[in-house]
């Protein structure tokens, strides 16, 4: 037993200070231990029977003392462990999408296979950050596989490994996958080498190239052991989203009652479990986000309605308007166009007139109720995003209580980039009543009104004209601009 014990010190010396450079990177002992002790078992093979089992228990206990290097710890993280969800809708079928989870970690390496994620990942995308009180982890690397099974990539990626042959009793049960050729595997089974029929391959077990479902491998180091609260956030295809309204108008015109709705689509290949959304309407710097308040669960493949903003008995605005099709930069003299003169409701978007908060772009469907209560659909709308002090306005069809006709007058080509276009707009009201009619001239690039009848105001990349007609008044409405054609 002595014997035995001073055998050992003399081995550990060995191997620390002989060889440093045979111990691995922090010079350790364990790499010559091992040959030591075989090199002992042998020696001792035949006297091993007479040491006493106490003196082999101490032999083995030190043995099993050796430091060894530590496998790394790999742990499955689903959805089971996340605590929080967000997500943004993007533009063309992008979202961002931000995620707490917890993880145990040991002390070292370790490996966290994060499942229930999006297939269609932009992984340069991925950020990865440890929340306190967790202490920081340090990411070594990290790898994504999206879930792409088919008997092509299963043959491919078992090419070298054992397969199951499925066929008469005569045929072995399991072979050796040594190449594919065409319609044919060439496996090897019983030191034979034989083609099969690839749809006579079966496969034992899923090759770890190969994953069922979409997943994020990550490689970490730990400073210690505890359960880690992270956040990991990528950008992923797969969402879209659009907004859509109900106006109902009453039978007077005077009231309308409004409903407006978001509808998210899920194609990105994860169920999300009580997420909280918010709605981007541009990829810019200075976004306008619409919050969803309340979280919600869109299941992959699915499609949700969500209730963003509800009004009722909201008093609008009546207006007349004409939009001329004409076209500045085009020689049109002698063309006589008679644009319709449209009716059109507005409300202001003011907390102070029922609204309050920014309404998304969207298709506005609109109804109009009957005095006996019943609806008929008038029409659809098309509205960009309503920002606060902005209007919501509905066309709701055309009407002959005013008639419009409009010619250009002169067309002017000044060099080759520069062009002058004169404009009247005849206009009658043929009723018994006063009315308003507001003309909207579309204007783009450089340009200025060199005369006009009428003053304007600038309404956005339009000119707008605001004339009163008294009952069964003529107006005419004229006006020159200079555009650059460039």
Known sequence: MKHLYSLFLKLSFFGCHSHPREGGEHGSPVIFWIPAFARMGMTLKGNLNKVSSSTRSIFFLFFLLTPFSSQALVQDVSRSSQLDVNVTLYPQEMALIKEKRTAFVKEGINKLLIKDVPSSILMD???????????????????????????????????????????????????????????????EAMDIIFAIKKNRVAFPHLPYTLVPE???????????????????????????????????VDSTGHHLDLNNWITVRNQSGVDIKNGHFRIAHTQQTNERFYEIEHPISVANQSTKNISWFAARNLT???????????????????????????????????????????????????????PDGSLFYIGENKTSPILLEKSLSLRLGTTKEITAEMRQTDYRKLGAHVVESGYRLDLKNTTDSPKQVMVFQNVSGEWVILRETHSHDEDEKRLKWTLSLAPQEEVSLRYRIRMNVQ
């Open 125 to 187: 995308t991925f950020l990865f950050q440890v929340l306190p009180p967790s202490l920081p982890l340090t990411v070594l690397e990290y790898t994504f596989q999206a879930a792409h099974i088919t008997r092509e990539e299963l043959l491919q990626r078992s090419v070298g490994d054992m397969v199951q042959l499925l066929g008469t009793t005569a045929t072995p049960t399991s072979a050796k996958l040594l190449a594919l050729d065409g319609d044919d595997a060439i496996v």
């Open 214 to 248: 979409a997943l994020i491998t990550l490689k970490v180091t730990a400073s210690k052991e505890e359960e880690s609260l992270f956040e990991m956030g990528y950008l992923t295809k797969g969402f879209s989203w659009d907004a859509a309204y109900t106006i109902i």
């Open 316 to 370: 609008p605005a009546n207006s007349l308007r004409i939009y001329p099709k004409n076209n500045i930069i085009v020689n049109e003299e002698g063309v006589v166009m008679k644009p319709p003169v449209e009716t059109w409701l507005s409300v202001q978007n003011e907390a102070s007139k029922g609204l309050g908060v920014p309404l998304p772009e969207g298709t506005i469907k609109v109804f109009k109720r009957n």
